[in-house]
């Protein structure tokens, strides 16, 4: 099928169709002019790819049901399936060149190499938010979705026209568990939980987000820790002796860290989820996990 040959709503619904057969639970396609007013220079999908018409989002499933329950030192290990996204937008992309002849690419999710590890090459969430597939919450902006609470997302960017969809009209967060928390002590769970209280805000008398507040830093200093490995070289290489040397390459955090990069785990960085281990939308959303997805056929 050439590109010139296609009718935009129905490969769109195919495109859909794909998606979720992939993995993907949720997908939207966002509007690529709001996309390009609100990125900042450099970080615009057409910064990537000149030709792009499309911005296709999608979303998969976070944590399983038992992940929620582990102690806080497993979870870093196996809570992020973001990979998932990851090879559904890949095959997207695949699939996209293969039935309309579009010239397409999946969005890579990896840092500006440039402005350095703090700073993405593209808002994934931006595109995600603008797509209708999830809407800020208080917890640092992470994204929710009425249904399937907590996901992951990736996107697609195509020379395929079409049709954008509409930002979600109303947000889950807060949820009234929350707003009834709040009225009572000032914090949402995701607030009072957070192990460096770097989440604040307000909620409004109709029980809607006012304000969020949200410390970067110093989530980033315990949660991720792109600086980790070379700082522990350079204390080593500084070290006036063998002994130290041993001590800064070998004790027990260290160690950690190189299990972890010897084994590829996602645990090495960002991987701090308390604040979505006690918010009701992430946990228990009607289709948030396997099980009750599974429930609801």
């Not at 990125?39 to 998969?60: C, E, F, L, Q, T």
């Not at 939980?193 to 987000?209: H, M, N, R, T, Y």
Request: glycine letters at 8%.
């Amino acid at each position: 099928m050439s590109q010139n040959a296609y009718d935009p709503e129905t490969a769109k619904q195919e495109i859909f169709a794909y998606a979720k057969k992939r993995g993907a639970l949720a997908v939207g396609v966002a509007d690529l002019a709001a996309i390009e007013r609100i990125a900042p220079p450099g970080h615009r999908p057409s910064d990537i790819m000149p030709r792009v018409k499309s911005v296709i989002s999608v979303g998969v499933g976070g944590q399983t049901q038992g992940a929620w329950t582990v102690p806080a030192k497993a979870l870093g290990y196996f809570g992020s399936t973001e990979t998932r996204a990851y090879s559904c937008v890949y095959a997207l992309a695949f699939f996209m060149e293969s039935m309309y002849g579009a010239p397409s690419v999946y969005c890579p999710p990896d840092m500006d190499n440039e402005a350095g590890p703090r700073v993405p090459l593209q808002s994934l969430k931006l595109h995600a938010e603008l797509a209708g597939i999830g809407a800020r919450s208080l917890a640092g902006d992470i994204l929710l979705h009425p249904e399937f609470g907590y996901m992951y997302f990736a996107s697609v960017f195509t020379e395929l026209e079409l049709p954008p969809d509409e930002p979600m009209a109303d947000n889950p967060c807060p949820a009234p568990s929350c707003t009834d928390m709040y009225r009572k002590i000032g914090q949402t769970p995701c607030m009072k939980f957070c192990p460096v209280q770097c989440l604040s805000g307000k909620i409004d008398a109709e029980g809607k987000q006012e304000e969020m507040h949200y410390d970067m830093a110093a989530c980033a200093e315990m949660t991720q820790q792109y600086e980790a490995v070379p700082a522990m070289l350079a204390r080593a290489l500084e070290a006036e002796d063998a002994t130290q040397r041993t001590d800064a390459l070998f004790d027990p955090d260290n160690k950690m860290l190189w299990y972890k990069m010897s084994v590829g785990s996602g645990g090495l960085l960002a991987q701090c989820f308390e604040c979505m281990r006690v918010c009701p939308i992430a946990t228990r959303s009607p289709q948030a996990d396997p099980i009750r997805r599974r429930n609801s056929k």
